[in-house]
């Protein structure tokens, strides 16, 4: 195959594009004719015979990201081997802290709504929850439990 570097320099050039995107018509027939086009208005003219096209640009697949993310939602392409830094740094102290705090306030309002503790107890454990006494909702039931709080509902 010839070697088209000069026509293909100023194909470029022409079109706005860069080198690796140029076309050119591997058609033995037409070697000649593009072999001595040297000029600009030469290559122009090759351009608007359609020996010369612009190749349409690479895009990146997009698929294989989206299924890799299906796959991290659940819950896969999360292990020791993923992590780059320690937990503190992948989500803060103070955003599990409000998920912990806002569960539990959550809980507390919906026993002291259904009966379950009066308000006095409510404001007690409520306090004790902002203090950081209780890690989970779940050991805030087996306090209740333990000093024998709960009314009815478990």
Known sequence: MPDYSVQRRLAADILGVGESRIWISPDPE???????????????????????????????????????????????RRGHGKRKGTAGARIEEREVWIGRIRKIRRMLKWLRDHNAIDKRTYRKLYTMAKGGAFKTASEVKQYLKQLGLLKGVS
């Not at 072999?35 to 600009?40: K, L, M």
């Not at 349409?56 to 299924?67: C, Q, V, Y």
């Open 30 to 76: 037409h070697e000649e004719e593009i072999s001595q086009a040297i000029t600009r208005r030469d290559v122009e003219k090759l351009i608007a015979k359609g020996l010369i096209k612009v190749k349409p640009t690479k895009g990146n697949s997009h698929t294989r990201w989206l299924e890799r993310r299906r796959a991290r939602r659940e819950g896969k």
